[in-house]
């Protein structure tokens, strides 16, 4: 690659969350699923059919079972194969998240087994030299604690911050980076402003109070992470999509801006002093016009989001801007069963990210979402994201052509 503008320690690696992979979860979003696969389904029609790839998507978008996470990608059980893959493919960083519901089952009481599980995880990564970058929560709840209000009550934070304490005190002594929180705004307007995950609330004062109480928790954990060891570096992970005017109209202008402030800063503004790196999550821009989004879509991913993937450029030089805080990018990707899409998106994701630490942003790792093939929330199984594919039958893994190109791209940038 001649000169390039990636320092040696780079982290190069893909993000996972427990749910999404791991199989055999009891928590609040497989009790949701299995109450409201059947809806799902028949809904399906409604709300994908528009896209260019229904025909491809139909038989297991009305298929309840997609809705219903089940085994997933079987990855609690094969994930000495999975990290095998990732060091195959030249990763020197793999994102995880730990299930809380596994861990305290019940208000209380710990599961030695699943304790032990984590351990034997965060200890195959390290034995592969695979930076282990742990998330704490990532939209899944222990379903005692879902019964209590979640995050909906402040004083809930401290059941939060227990389990935290107790995952550090148990897998910390392997793990430097720490994200707590995985996307608050998402979490919180998809279960309490649009209603659509559990537990399916309409309300803004509620979703204003959990996105509080979030940050709330963030710092608290925070706060009890560098009390044990300052060694420990800390963050959210941070949905931040990049969102411009589509002309010059002072409309336009305004509301790009006051979109793009509640977006990243509302949030960000709570919880900077307690963080410290920012992980960023992006995934697609959104052009506005006047007072409302219209986006090019001359490319889209399976989903229909929009695919401007060297808008990241932009997204982190505005966050560095305002925050100063070295960046790594949590989680960044595209739906793309065919992988047509994907390997043009790499390429110019990575530039991006070469053009943005040649301006100065101090980003220190990209972590591609996702490693596999997973469970995509209320979508279910057939947005495909994965580096790798994942035969949900057999369960087989197969490398896709983007997943090898990624693993040698990585080795050449890391000689
Ligand atoms: C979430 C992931 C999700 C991904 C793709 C992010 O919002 O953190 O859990 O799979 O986007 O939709």
Known sequence: MGSTPFPKRFLWGASMSAHQVEGGNHNQWSVWELENARSLATQAEYQYGDLDNWKDIEKDA??????????????????????????????????????????????GAWDVEAIAHYKNYVQELTKQDIEPVLTLFHFTLPIWFAERGGFEKRSNVRYFLRFAEKILAELGGDITYVITINEPEVYAAESYLEGRWPPMIQNKLKFLTVLSNLAHAHNRTARMIHQSSRRYKVSIAKNSNYIYSGDTARLSVVSAHVMQYFQDDYFLRKVRRYCDFLGVNYYFSQRVYGYRIHNPEQRVSDLGWDMSPADLEHTLERLTEKYKLPIIVTENGVADASDEKRQWWMTHTVAALGRALTAGVDVRGYLHWSLLDNFEWDKGKWPRFGLVEVNYDTMERIIRPSGRRYGAMIKKVRN
């Open 62 to 107: 009305k298929n309840p079972e997609n809705y219903v996470s089940g085994k997933t990608a079987d990855h609690y059980k094969r994930y000495k194969e999975d990290i095998a893959i990732a060091k195959k493919l030249n990763m020197n960083a793999l994102r995880f998240s730990v299930e809380w519901s596994r861990i305290e089952p019940r208000e």
